[in-house]
């Protein structure tokens, strides 16, 4: 579904992303890994439309990827990823909205009530029910973040991006967060890319793990190489000796 | 003993801290104004409350004896009016201008330079022109306010468009929404509250150009008066005057941060 084809990505003399060679079939559910400005945020904008690649090419389904956000790729970021001038519900119910043409996409009447019950449906597959009167900023991290997970859905993404949705979240949280997102994405039949700081994460919520370093350093010019997938891991035979072999 | 910095008042006290200084001026007026009065009872310089009472009861509560107007009220609402609608005018241009300057960069960059030239015009240096051209009218006081506040309010409103953090457009963007959409339902609500404060911040400045408009071209109106009652040196008319207008104008400021605050209860988080 998506294929990457000798991508490279580099601003001037300073190289961020090479030699990128991967192809990712529908529904599997890939993490990213590295240490921070290893580019797997980047490799996600290339994803998302909004960082252009350099060299190579990038599909999705045949086609290059477009340089502008679209509704088949929907994205969660760490945070400011709801509006904050919206309630709960209106967050959801604008996300159908803006999926009509039209100067403002607000509904009306019946299209305004199925919305409505649409979105109702939605938040409470993801526990904010009982909150959909509440302004984002009301709501604890966890909750926003489930918020915009169930806004990105609204809009019926094949490919979900995360953005390191649960960085900032504590742990205990963080584990319920886990358990909503393998629900959604085996119900919702969708491709996930997920970037994460935390190792663990990835290997106990992807079926496929990537992990992003520079596999060559010229110490006269760091920037001189930039990074690649170093291991393309299908987490189904993780063991702790990949584990190990990552950390190093 | 706490370091200086760190002393509050207690919240009790904290009420009449805050009024002391007022207070303490008034004492001090009385008190030079009635040993000015002592020595000369004719003074125009200071004059008593009692004579202040006396100019604003014959300026509100009685006919002028040449047109039958209540002056004080006819002035008030021909400023009123005149502010009114150049602050109007401003705010919906300003606003319309920052939001398309601040959301789409072709449009910034054809008109952001012509923008920050034209809010540097010192826009007083205008007023003879204005009336060359618009005559002595209402017209060209309100033009006047609309072209002195209207750059300010664009450039703020631009500022705080491109603010918004950038997730949330390309959150629009993934949920299918065009130029129109993002601006009417993410960028455009998010700016009322910074456009009220905006305005707010540009009162002071429609004040400004509304005096200074009428001061030198007008047939009633606040600042018309002061001016014209400053050639009989009438003080007991000029500071009452003055302090209305700094009522008036703590009102709208107080009426415009209530609104905002009701309209917009997401803003406070921020």
Redesign the interface.
């Known amino acids: 579904m998506i294929a990457a084809k000798n991508v490279w990505k580099y601003y001037g003399d300073q190289t961020v992303l090479e030699r990128i060679n991967v192809t990712v079939a529908e529904g599997e559910f890939v993490t990213l890994v590295g240490t921070s400005g290893c580019g797997k945020t980047t490799f996600l904008k290339m994803l998302l439309g909004v960082t252009p690649i350099s060299r190579g090419s990038l599909t999705l389904a045949g086609e290059p990827i477009p340089n502008e956000p679209g509704e088949d790729r929907g994205i969660v970021f760490q945070q400011y990823s709801v509006f904050p001038h919206m309630t709960v519900l209106e967050n959801v119910v604008a996300a159908i909205g803006f999926s009509q043409r039209g100067v403002t996409g607000y509904l009306f009447g019946q299209d305004k009530a199925a919305a409505v019950t649409l979105s109702m449906a939605m938040l409470e597959k993801v526990g904010l029910d009982t909150a959909t009167d509440k302004y984002p900023h009301e709501l604890s991290g966890g909750m926003r973040q489930r918020l915009a997970i169930a806004q990105a859905l609204m809009a019926k993404p094949r490919i979900l991006l995360l953005d390191e949705p649960f960085g900032a979240l504590d742990p205990g949280i963080r584990a319920d967060m886990h358990a909503l997102v393998l629900d959604l994405w085996r119900e919702h039949k969708l491709t996930v890319f997920m970037v994460t700081h935390d190792l663990k994460e990835g290997f106990h919520l992807g079926t496929r793990l990537w992990v992003f370093d520079k596999p060559r350093i010229d110490p006269q010019a760091p920037e001189a190489y930039g990074a690649t997938i170093t291991y393309d891991l299908s987490t189904s035979r993780r063991s702790d000796a990949d584990m190990q072999a990552i950390t190093q | 003993m706490k370091r200086f910095v760190n002393l509050t008042p207690p919240s009790a006290g904290k009420w009449l801290l805050g009024l002391a200084p007022f207070v303490v001026l008034i004492i001090v007026y009385v008190l030079a104004s009635q040993a000015r009065l002592e020595i000369n009872p004719a003074d125009k310089l200071l004059p008593s409350f009692g004579s202040m009472k006396d100019a604003m009861v014959r300026m509100a509560f009685e006919p002028s004896k040449r047109t039958g107007d209540y002056l004080f009220w006819t002035d008030t609402f021909s400023s009123l009016k005149r502010l009114g609608t150049g602050i109007a005018i401003a705010a919906v241009l300003g606003l319309l201008i920052g939001i398309l300057t601040g959301a789409i960069p072709l449009l910034s960059a054809a008109f952001s330079p012509l923008l920050t030239a034209l809010s540097l015009i010192p826009c007083l240096a205008l007023l003879p022109v204005l009336f060359i051209v618009l005559g002595l009218g209402e017209l060209s006081k309100v033009v006047l306010i609309a072209i002195g506040v209207t750059p300010f309010i664009a450039r703020d409103v631009q500022r705080r468009a491109r603010e918004i953090?950038v997730?949330?457009l390309?959150?629009?963007?993934?949920?299918?929404?065009?130029t129109?959409?993002i601006i009417?339902?993410?960028l455009l609500?998010?700016l009322m509250p910074k456009l009220i404060n905006a305005v707010r911040l540009s009162l002071g400045a429609g004040w400004l150009f509304l005096i200074a408009a009428e001061a030198i071209a007008s047939t009633d109106g606040l600042g018309y008066r002061i001016f014209l009652v400053r050639r009989y040196l009438s003080m007991e008319v000029i500071i009452p005057y003055v302090v209305w207008i700094t009522v008036l104008a703590f009102l709208f400021d107080y009426l415009l941060r209530r609104i905002s605050q009701r309209l917009?209860?997401?803003?406070l988080?921020?």
Do not use: D, S
């Not at chain 2, 917009?264 to 803003?267: A, K, L, M």
């Open positions: 953090p997730e949330q390309i959150k629009a963007q993934t949920l299918g929404a065009n129109a959409q009417v339902r993410v609500p998010q917009y209860p997401w803003e988080a921020e």
